[in-house]
C-alpha cells in the first residue's frame, strides 16, 4: 500500500498550491481520501475528506472557501488545490485513506487505515 503525496512547497501568503496523492496498493474506489495537516507543536487534524461513494466532501473551517478537494479515479490520484493561503496553513500535510462512508470521519485519525508520507506547505507571511 503506497500514498505519495506531492505538491508542497514555499508560497507567499495569498498563493496558491495543489497536493497531489497517488494511491496504489489498495482498491481505490473503496475508501475516502483526505488530508490532514500538522503544524509544528500542533496536534494532526483533518483538513479535507472525499468520499468513494458519492463525492461528498468535507472542509474543516479554517480552509472552507479557500481549499477544493477533487478525485481522479481513472488514475487513484486525489488532489487538494490551495487558494488564499494563509501563514496559518503551515504545516506537514499528510495523505490519508479510510474505508468509511461518512466524510466527517475525517476529523479523527481513528478511522485512518492508510496514511502517506507528509509534504510540507511552508506559507510566508
Known amino acids: 500500500v503506497q500514498l505519495q503525496a506531492s505538491g508542497g512547497g514555499l508560497v507567499q501568503a495569498g498563493g496558491s498550491l495543489r497536493l497531489s496523492c497517488a494511491a496504489s496498493g489498495f482498491t481505490f474506489d473503496d475508501y475516502a481520501i483526505g488530508w490532514f495537516r500538522q503544524a509544528p507543536g500542533k496536534e494532526r487534524e483533518g483538513v479535507s475528506c472525499?468520499?468513494?461513494?458519492?463525492?461528498?466532501?468535507y472542509y474543516a473551517d479554517s480552509v472552507k472557501g479557500r481549499f477544493t478537494i477533487s478525485r481522479d479515479n481513472a488514475n487513484n490520484t486525489v488532489y487538494l488545490q490551495m487558494n488564499s493561503l494563509k501563514p496559518e496553513d503551515t504545516a506537514v500535510h499528510y495523505c490519508?485513506?479510510?474505508?468509511?462512508?461518512?466524510?466527517?470521519?475525517?476529523?479523527?485519525?481513528?478511522?485512518?487505515?492508510?496514511w502517506g508520507q507528509g509534504t510540507l506547505v511552508t506559507v510566508s507571511s
Open positions: 490519508a485513506a479510510g474505508r468509511f462512508t461518512n466524510v466527517l470521519s475525517m476529523r479523527s485519525t481513528n478511522y485512518i487505515d492508510y
Open positions: 472525499i468520499s468513494s461513494s458519492d463525492g461528498s466532501t
